[in-house]
């Protein structure tokens, strides 16, 4: 039975042309994410039914073997007949019900054979595509690159004011420095002349009150040295050495 065109459109006897298949997604997809509110509100967020969720997300592949295996009215993430296949397939790797799930894309060559290629992660019912680690290198390398140079632009900045500001004081003159003081031997001999003349025609100084009966002064430290000299005189008789002084004569015998 042939197809009917759609009205208003030209009859040429050729029925119109299949629908081109999509496209698969592209490699780097990290700045966007998708979300279906009307699904996620429709159907619980679980491992059985997150790959279908994840299969109207802009990131599926539908080229892959788990699409294959949903024309065939079987589970797409079976591994019993996805580790049969060759080619690109979806794996959930890590599953944290219901907030986080883990899809790795990669090649199969064989049942023993995998070769990992992007990663995606759906957090709280978002879809989004994990950055490759070159990636997140050459970020924080850019990011700390961008600091380094702030840094050095501000310092260089700093220095043209501090040097803008030395030659401003170059300029102007500065105030002269005291001299050290010269001494005049003249000057201090003649002031120890005067001193000396008043001396003379002051009285001499009174005598000190005596002691009260039965007040004996302390010792001072000169007499404290001489009756240490004294006693440090006196000759001691040496220590006798057990040993040696004895003899081994007058050693005990056992």
Request: hydrophobic share 35%.
């Amino acid at each position: 039975m042939a197809a009917t065109p759609a009205p208003g459109a030209p009859f040429d006897g050729n029925p119109p042309p299949p629908p081109a298949a999509p496209q698969p997604p592209g490699t780097d997809m990290t700045g966007i994410c998708f979300r279906d509110q009307l699904w996620l509100n429709t159907y619980p967020l679980d491992r059985n039914l997150v790959f279908d969720y994840f299969a109207l997300s802009p990131f599926y592949d539908f080229t892959c073997n788990n699409e294959q295996l949903r024309m065939r009215s079987i589970h797409p993430l079976d591994l019993t007949h996805l580790s049969t296949m060759t080619g690109m397939e979806f794996m959930l790797s890590e599953v944290v019900e219901p907030n986080l799930f883990v899809f790795r894309k990669q090649k199969r060559d064989s049942p023993e054979k995998v070769t990992p290629m992007l990663t995606y992660y759906i957090l709280d019912g978002s879809i989004y595509q994990a950055p490759q680690l070159c990636n997140v290198f050459a970020a924080r390398i850019g990011r700390a690159l961008n600091y380094i140079s702030k840094a050095f632009t501000t310092a260089a900045s700093k220095l043209e004011k501090i040097g803008y500001v030395d030659a401003e004081n170059e300029g102007v003159p500065s105030e002269p420095k005291p001299s050290k003081e010269v001494i005049d031997f003249k000057e201090v001999k003649r002031i120890d002349h005067i001193l000396a003349s008043l001396q003379r025609k002051l009285p001499p100084a009174p005598a000190p009150p005596p002691f009260p009966d039965g007040y004996v002064p302390p010792p001072t430290s000169e007499a404290e040295k001489e009756s240490e000299s004294q006693q440090g005189g006196e000759s001691q008789p040496p220590t006798l050495d057990p040993i040696i002084d004895q003899g081994p004569a007058k050693r005990m015998k056992f």
